[in-house]
């Protein structure tokens, strides 16, 4: 049986699209003259390659923003792979068992499926068993390492530049369309956005470099749509929120906070506790920082980069 091409997709720039992985990841695709770009691979749902050659029969170009389970699912699809060194040990694709779980309580939280007592009925356009790719499906692609400042060039004048932005994960990267003046930063910037593979200052410093490139950028476009609708970008406050949290840690001024989790299921209150992060299954701490829209999770015990 074929895995779905029924993508819900926007174009959103000219030869710009965002590929929506039914709520599970966000997929870009940038055409230029000679070739194309595809940023990210999601979980693994559907033929990704297939929908994308219904818009575009050029060579494929496929960068990965960070190694996560939500990016690089469909990678095997793809001739060859660039992704920076520091996040090229992990496995392509990431365990079925593990994005299977991530994907179904992606779609009990976003009303995929009607939920319990009917979860039988899903309404997206894939059938998990079906559509999920496993995890030796197809060749592994050809990898290649992504380096600060490397550029793409699609042709006609698009050229892509890609830049280190590590925090979200030690490799993680985003990349500038000084053509259709547009940033992609997978998972370096969100309104709930988890940091810790890197001290709090190692990453405000990239986030600060983000921010003074926005003079040949007039958006953002992160890896998820949950805080923006599909084809729009991350409203202005996020980043300079973001910033202004971590100068506060850096600075010694720490207020954490405790929120319900972005999952959907009820969380209770644990006040029992005597402070509000938590141990994660490596060992290392986690609190939650809030200004405005913005939670930032950052692990207090890795605020310097001496330490």
Not at 223 to 249: Q, S
Request: aromatic content about 10%; overall charge negative.
């Amino acid at each position: 049986m074929a895995r779905t091409k029924l993508y819900p997709m926007v174009q959103f720039k000219k030869d710009t699209w965002e590929i929506d992985e039914f709520d599970c990841a966000s997929i870009f695709l940038l055409v230029g003259s000679e070739k194309a770009m595809v940023i990210d691979c999601g979980m693994g749902i559907g033929n990704l390659r297939g929908a994308i050659e219904q818009i575009t029969d050029k060579p494929l170009v496929c960068v990965i923003s960070h190694g996560h389970v939500d990016h690089t699912g469909n990678a095997r699809q793809f001739d060859e792979i660039w992704i920076h060194p520091n996040d090229a040990d992990r496995a392509i694709p990431q365990p079925f068992e593990k994005r299977k779980y991530d994907i179904q309580r992606i779609a009990r939280r976003q009303k995929g499926c009607i939920g319990a007592p009917y979860t039988m009925f899903n309404l997206y356009p894939y059938d998990i068993d079906t559509d999920l790719c496993g995890d030796e499906d197809g060749e592994m692609p050809v990898v290649r390492y992504l380096e600060d400042g490397m550029q793409f060039d699609l042709g006609g004048g698009r050229i892509v530049t890609a830049y280190e932005c590590p925090g979200h994960s030690r490799g993680e990267m985003i990349f500038l369309d000084e053509q259709t003046r547009t940033l992609f930063c997978g998972d370096a910037l969100n309104f709930n956005l988890g940091i810790g593979a890197e001290p709090v200052e190692k990453t405000l410093r990239y986030l600060k470099r983000m921010r003074d490139l926005s003079d040949r950028y007039d958006g953002i476009y992160n890896g998820h749509h949950d805080f923006r609708a599909l084809g729009r970008p991350l409203d202005g406050d996020c980043l300079p929120n973001v910033i202004a949290l971590l100068e506060d840690a850096v600075n010694g001024r720490i207020c954490p906070c405790e929120t319900p989790s972005f999952w959907g299921q009820s969380v209770p209150l644990t006040l029992d506790r005597h402070d509000v992060g938590f141990v994660s299954p490596d060992g290392s701490k986690r609190i939650t920082l809030r200004r405005g829209r913005n939670f930032v999770g950052i692990n207090p015990d890795k605020i310097y980069e001496q330490e």
